[in-house]
C-alpha cells in the first residue's frame, strides 16, 4: 500500500507521508507543509488536526469506543477503582498489589495543606467559584514545591511520582475546602481506613459531631464517575494542558489553565447546566416534549446531548445511566425522580427525532452525572470540580508524556489573518 500522500498547490506536486496509530487511524504528516509550499493547513476547532503522538487514550467515536492504555473502559467502571486507573493513566501499566498500595498510602499521606494555603483561601470573596478556588490553588500550590523544580524540566521529572500523589490528593483536599469554606465549616482531615471517595465525601459532608459515611453505592457511583471522566484524549483541557505544558512549565499550573480550560458550560460546566435545564423543564409544567421542540428550532440547546468527537452513543454515558437508576433508588428509595424521568423522556424523544439522528447527536457522560451528584447532595457549582478532580489523573500523564519527550516543541499554531491590510496612522484631529 502506498503510504503517502499527494497534494497538488498551485501546479506543484508536494508528497506527504501517511502516519498510522495502532488501531489503524490515519493522518497526513504535514509537518513540512509550509517550509516546502509556504501554506499552512485551515481547521478552524482543530476538528481535523492531531495535535501530537499519544500512548495514553483511544476513542472511536463513530462506533462508541473508549479505552485507557487498551483497556475497554467498561471493563475498568466495573472492576477497577478510580485510584488505580489513575496509575495505569499515569504509569502505563495497572498496578500489582505493591505498587497500587504504596500509590494509595502516598495519595492519602498528602491530603493536608500547609497553614498558609488555608490562609490563602480566605482570601477569596464568599461568592468565589471552587473553579476558581481550584485554578487558583493548584497553580499557589506548586510555589510551596519549589525544590522539586520550578520550570526545571529534568528536577520536575526526578520528583514526578511524588508530585502526581501529591496533586491527586490535594486537589481532592482543595476540593472539599473550597465547599466547606462556602458553608462556614471547619477542614476535615481523611481517614487512614476509608477509600479515596469515602474520604472526599467525609472531607465534604462530615459535620461537627456527626461523621458522613459513605453508602457503599454512593462510594461507588463517585468513584466510577471519576473514572469515566479521568481521560479523554486531546479535549480543549487536555489540550490546554499539554500547550502550557509545552513551552516547559511546570505541572501545577499547566493543571491549573487545564481546570480553567474545564470550566467553561460546552465542557466540563455542561453537568451543572444538564440540572438548570431539567430544573427550568420542570418548573414550566414541561415533560420535556416542548424543550425537544425548542431545542430542534434552535431556540435552546438539549445540554448533554452532542459530542465533538462521539457519533453514537458516548460510552461513559450507558455506564452513568445504569449507575443513575442505582443510586437514585438508594439515596430517595424511589424508582421515580421528576428530574430523572424528564431526562429519560428527553433521551427516549431525541433518540427517536430525525433532529438529533441525522446530527448523530446522543446523550454524552454530563446527561446523567449531574442527577447523580444532585442526588448525592453535591451543590450544583461542584459538579465541574467533580469532573476536574478525576480528569486530574488523565492531565498529570499528559503532562508527563510532553516532559519526558525530548523531541517536544512549544506548541505554536498558525493563523490565516482577515483584519485591515497596511495603513497609515491618523492623528487624533483629523478622524471622522
Ligand atoms: N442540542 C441541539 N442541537 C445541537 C446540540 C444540542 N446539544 N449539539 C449540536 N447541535 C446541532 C447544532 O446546532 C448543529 O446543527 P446545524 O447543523 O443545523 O447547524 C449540529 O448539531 C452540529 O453541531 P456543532 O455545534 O457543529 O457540533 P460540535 O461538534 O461543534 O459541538 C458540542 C459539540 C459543543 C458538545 C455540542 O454538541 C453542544 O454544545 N452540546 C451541548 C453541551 C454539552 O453537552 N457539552 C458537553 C460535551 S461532553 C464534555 O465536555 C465532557
Keep these: 500500500m502506498d503510504n503517502s500522500t499527494t497534494v497538488r498547490i498551485a501546479n506543484r506536486k508536494y508528497h506527504f507521508p501517511l502516519i498510522e496509530g495502532t488501531e489503524g487511524e490515519q493522518a497526513v504528516d504535514v509537518r513540512h507543509l509550509r517550509a516546502e509550499s509556504g501554506c499552512i493547513t485551515f481547521d478552524d476547532g482543530y476538528g481535523n488536526t492531531g495535535s501530537c503522538l499519544s500512548d495514553i ?7 462508541g469506543i473508549l479505552r485507557y492504555r487498551g483497556y475497554p473502559i467498561e471493563q475498568l467502571a466495573e472492576h477497577s477503582t478510580f485510584l488505580e486507573t489513575a496509575y495505569l493513566l499515569i504509569y502505563g501499566e495497572l498496578p500489582d498489589q505493591g505498587q497500587l498500595n504504596t500509590f494509595s498510602e502516598a495519595v492519602l499521606s ?19 467559584h471552587p473553579m476558581v478556588m481550584l485554578s487558583a490553588g493548584l497553580n499557589a500550590l506548586g510555589s510551596y514545591y519549589i525544590k522539586y523544580g520550578r520550570n526545571k524540566r529534568e528536577k520536575e521529572l526526578e520528583a514526578f511520582d511524588r508530585i502526581a500523589a501529591l496533586i491527586l490528593s490535594k486537589t481532592r483536599t482543595i476540593a472539599a475546602m473550597a465547599h466547606r469554606m462556602r458553608q462556614g465549616l471547619p477542614f476535615v482531615y481523611p481517614k487512614k481506613k476509608l ?41 480543549c483541557s487536555t489540550s490546554t494542558v499539554r500547550m502550557v505544558a509545552s513551552s516547559g512549565c511546570n505541572l501545577f499550573s499547566s493543571l491549573s489553565a487545564g481546570v480553567c480550560a474545564l470550566w467553561g458550560p460546552l465542557h466540563g460546566g455542561a453537568n451543572m447546566a444538564v440540572i438548570r435545564m431539567l430544573e427550568a423543564i420542570r418548573e414550566q409544567g414541561d415533560n420535556g416534549d416542548r424543550f425537544i421542540e425548542a431545542a430542534k428550532s434552535g431556540e435552546a440547546k438539549l445540554m448533554g446531548f452532542g459530542h465533538r468527537i462521539y457519533k453514537n452513543y458516548d460510552p461513559r454515558a450507558k455506564i452513568m445511566k445504569e449507575m443513575c437508576e442505582r443510586v437514585l433508588r438508594v439515596l430517595t428509595h424511589a424508582e421515580n425522580d421528576p428530574l430523572l424521568d424528564i431526562a429519560r423522556n428527553l433521551e427516549e424523544k431525541a433518540l427517536h427525532d430525525d433532529y438529533f439522528i441525522e446530527r448523530k447527536l446522543y ?19 461542584m459538579f465541574t470540580v467533580i469532573f476536574a478532580l478525576g480528569r486530574t489523573a488523565g492531565w498529570i500523564s499528559q503532562w508527563h508524556e510532553i516532559a519526558a519527550d525530548p523531541e517536544s516543541r512549544i506548541h505554536r499554531p498558525r493563523q490565516i489573518y482577515t483584519g485591515a491590510k497596511q ?10
Design 110 to 128: 498528602e491530603a493536608a495543606l500547609h497553614d498558609r494555603m488555608q490562609d490563602f483561601y480566605h482570601g477569596f470573596s464568599q461568592d468565589a
Design 423 to 432: 495603513r497609515d496612522y491618523i492623528p487624533m484631529d483629523e478622524r471622522v
Design 57 to 63: 487514550t483511544f476513542i472511536d467515536g463513530e462506533k
Design 363 to 381: 446523550p454524552n457522560v454530563d446527561f446523567y452525572s449531574g442527577i447523580i451528584l444532585k442526588a448525592i447532595g453535591f451543590p450544583l457549582n
Design 195 to 235: 477509600s479515596y471517595c469515602e474520604n472526599f465525601l467525609h472531607m465534604l459532608f462530615s459535620q461537627p459531631y456527626d461523621e458522613y459515611i459513605a453508602h457503599e453505592d454512593v462510594a461507588k457511583a463517585l468513584d466510577v464517575i471519576l473514572l469515566l471522566h479521568a481521560d479523554h484524549e486531546q479535549n
